[in-house]
């Protein structure tokens, strides 16, 4: 996956390198501006087994800045923010992959360095009970519980 | 013997007949049997499907689940262009405009529809509101949710969004849309089961091509529908994953 392309970015941003679990690095741009998710919209998506992306709804497209052909084949940590701890993802596959159901309040970086904040649900997709791929869906959060998480992902 | 057709209790009353004209020309089509019931309530219906007395409905996405993953039915068609969405509304003269600007025991009026009442209940969580700190009211039509919203015995009512628009203009002046739905990916589909599954793709191809003849575009327009579009085995299993990531769990 391609670093971030500073020519993308709208605002001042800062530099982070993030590693992944397959060990591949990326260097991410980040701003401080968030885009809220639009009242009534779920964002969603599917992936296979490896968490390539293989799917997207048009709100998907919307709300992470890439276009469908951007995000088509792509791991689906291309989302991934530094300011979310790798704990979360790490608590998330383990889940999903005991074919049970992960929720938890996420913070997805945009292609334009922004954010924005979604209450995420991610479940397998069990097809002659094989799993065959993961759905995932975020839908727009509380204030509330968006601050919780920040928080609590401090401490992380 | 005849073959048991029905349609999710929240149609539209105004295409009662529709079904109907549908049920008769759909029979002539692959000539086979079919009988249609109605029911007046969702109960009812639940109860038809758990003793297995159906073989095609025309079901709401809550529906579907049970009937895909525990009866075997699949899906044949839906609706072209069409997707359930939901609208919460209040009254004209509410002072909301906002869904954070809800507070804690709220009183809901609601219709017995689970997918509406469920999309409805997601577009409350900015609020940090759900069932507990919350008043509902179950009400057994749409109008009498805009009952209860217009006589102010309920401060938001839930609707599904086709439903709302078909109000009458003196109801809908009196309400205002808070919050609509754009979900695009949740809808009714037409089921068929097991007992009458080797005909789907007779009846599949009948349906399509309703939109090229005189009488199929009669059909179709007394149903409110313009077309209908296939829909497969993993567009459904696609959409039953969508419906369990929402289903509280």
């Avoid at chain 1, 997207?56 to 919307?62: E, I, K």
């Amino acid at each position: 996956m391609k670093d971030m392309n500073p020519d993308d970015i709208d605002g001042e941003y800062r530099e982070e390198t993030l590693q992944y679990q397959d060990n591949s690095r990326r260097l991410v741009l980040v701003t401080e501006i968030e885009t809220p998710v639009p009242d009534g919209c779920l964002i969603v998506s599917r992936t296979d087994l490896q968490g390539l992306i293989t799917h997207v709804n048009q709100s998907f497209v919307n709300m992470s800045a890439y276009n469908e052909a951007e995000l088509i084949g792509q791991p689906h940590h291309i989302l991934r923010h530094p300011d979310m701890p790798a704990a979360a993802f790490r608590d998330l596959w383990n889940t999903v992959m005991e074919k049970r159901k992960w929720h938890g309040y996420v913070k997805n970086l945009r292609k334009d360095g922004g954010y924005y904040w979604v209450y995420a649900t991610v479940i397998p997709n069990i097809r002659q009970g094989e799993v065959v791929g993961y759905t995932s869906v975020r839908r727009k959060p509380s204030r509330a519980r968006v601050e919780a998480a920040e928080a609590q992902y401090k401490t992380l | 013997m005849s073959y048991n057709f029905t349609v999710s209790p929240d149609f539209n009353p105004d295409c009662i007949s529709g079904w109907f004209i549908f049920n008769t020309w759909l029979q002539k089509c692959i000539t086979e049997p079919i009988h249609l019931e109605l029911y007046n309530d969702f109960d009812s219906q639940r109860q038809a499907i758990r003793e297995n007395r159906l073989d095609l409905v025309f079901a709401n996405p809550f529906d579907a689940v049970a009937l895909v993953r525990q009866q075997g039915f699949i899906p044949v068609a839906s609706p072209a262009g069409q997707s359930d969405e939901a609208i919460i509304a209040v009254r004209e003269d509410s002072p909301v405009s906002k869904v954070e600007a809800l507070q804690p025991g709220v009183r809901i009026a609601t219709m017995d529809d689970p997918d509406v009442h469920m999309m409805c209940m997601i577009m409350l969580e900015p609020a940090d509101l759900d069932k507990h700190n919350t008043q509902i009211t179950v009400c057994d039509s749409y109008v009498l949710v805009a009952k209860e919203l217009l006589t102010a015995k309920a401060d938001i009512g839930f609707f599904l969004e086709a439903t709302y628009n078909d109000l009458s203009s003196v109801i809908r002046r009196q309400l205002r849309p808070l919050l609509q739905s754009r979900i695009q990916l949740i809808h009714h589909v037409l089921l068929v089961g097991p007992k009458l599954a080797a005909r789907r793709a007779d009846m599949l191809a009948a349906m399509l091509a309703m939109n090229t003849e005189e009488k199929g575009r009669a059909v179709l327009e007394s149903l409110a529908f313009s077309a209908w579009q296939e829909v497969t085995t993993e567009d459904t299993e696609f959409m039953i994953d969508l419906m369990a990531t929402l289903v509280e769990s």
